[in-house]
């Protein structure tokens, strides 16, 4: 089946530096990703949504301007913590779906931001 | 490793069937579980959660899923299944001391009018 791989895997970093989160779609051509981060005790909480080729749609109450989302290829798409703080420590999780509304949608294995 | 398996990647039903899809974890300790929802067209709804006490957890629309701990099992259930319950369901784990969540591989439902 169709395998979409994220990296890193966790990473910690100082406060005040900028992290990059790759997601990358494997075998298949992802033109929608989404991310989502998960807090503690909680749901998913979709961040935002990239389409290949265009800006992406941030959900009310996301920062574009510290999450930023680039969706520059049919396979990957990236997310960059800009100017990390503690409260930016969670994690980060992206899915991938190809073209279609009934595309079957795909998990990245996550990433673990820890923020020092 | 930890995972989480979702044994049916295909099921068809007719309208007012009844439905059950299989989640199983491989979690050893205290963990937390979810059923999300993705309609065509739509990014994840959450379905339902159990963190703790009663394992038998009411969501919405109908869906209710039971912790079976002994079993390792959260699956989910609805009596009475709608056309409007035509979607993709995945099932979701996180460890209740950690923070990395694991999806099961879905499960996508085809309810027939």
């Known amino acids: 089946g169709a395998v979409v791989s994220q990296h890193p895997s966790r990473v910690i970093c100082k406060s005040g530096t900028s992290v990059k989160i790759e997601c990358r779609s494997l075998?298949?051509?992802?033109?929608?990703m989404f991310w989502y981060r998960q807090f503690p005790k909680q749901s998913l909480m979709l961040m935002a949504t990239?389409?290949?080729?265009?800006?992406?749609?941030?959900e009310q109450g996301v920062e574009k301007d510290k999450f930023l989302i680039n969706h520059a290829s049919l396979t990957l798409s990236t997310l960059t913590v800009t100017s990390a703080h503690p409260e930016d420590s969670s994690f980060y999780i992206c899915?991938?779906?190809?073209?279609?509304?009934?595309?079957?949608?795909?998990f990245g294995s996550g990433t673990q931001l820890s923020v020092l | 490793a930890q995972s989480v398996s979702q044994h049916n990647h295909h099921v068809i039903l007719s309208e007012a069937a009844s439905l059950e899809l299989g989640c199983n974890y491989s979690y050893g300790g205290t963990v937390n579980l979810f059923w999300y929802v993705q309609y065509p067209g739509q990014h994840l709804q959450l379905l339902l959660k159990?963190?703790?006490?009663?394992?038998l957890v009411k969501g919405i629309k109908g869906f209710e899923a039971e912790f079976i701990k002994s079993k390792f099992s959260f699956n989910l259930r609805k009596p009475s299944v709608q056309w409007s319950d035509t979607a993709e369901y995945f099932c979701?784990?996180?460890?209740?001391?950690?923070?990395?969540?694991?999806f099961g591989g879905g499960t996508r439902v085809l309810v027939k009018p």
């Open positions: 990239s389409n290949e080729g265009s800006k992406a749609t941030y």
């Open positions: 075998d298949f051509q992802a033109t929608t």
């Open positions: 979701a784990a996180i460890e209740a001391a950690g923070n990395k969540l694991t």
């Open positions: 899915s991938a779906q190809g073209q279609g509304v009934n595309e079957k949608l795909f």
């Open positions: 159990y963190f703790s006490g009663d394992p």
